[in-house]
């Protein structure tokens, strides 16, 4: 699929972008090349290849799974201005 000018300065008009005619000719070129780039690719028969999250088949290193932080629920709760029964209590909002 090719495209002239006239369908650049349109698209051009549409997304509010200011092409002047002598980028007009690039941009048409350019956007011709990545459709024909695309209809290359649908052309592929991948019927038979498995989908992939990632193309390198590496596993991610993670780190041991540490409690670092202490239990610090105690010392919370009595800064706290109102709390029963290891809750927080709060005005009421909705009735």
Known sequence: M???KSEVAKIAHLARLHVNDSEAVEVANRITDILALIDQMQSVD????APLAHPLDVVQRLRADVATATDQRQLLQQLAPASEDGLYLVPVVLE
């Not at 991948?46 to 290849?49: G, K, S």
Request: charged share 30%; net charge negative; aromatic share 0%.
């Open 2 to 4: 090719a495209l002239d």
């Open 46 to 49: 991948t019927d038979n290849v």
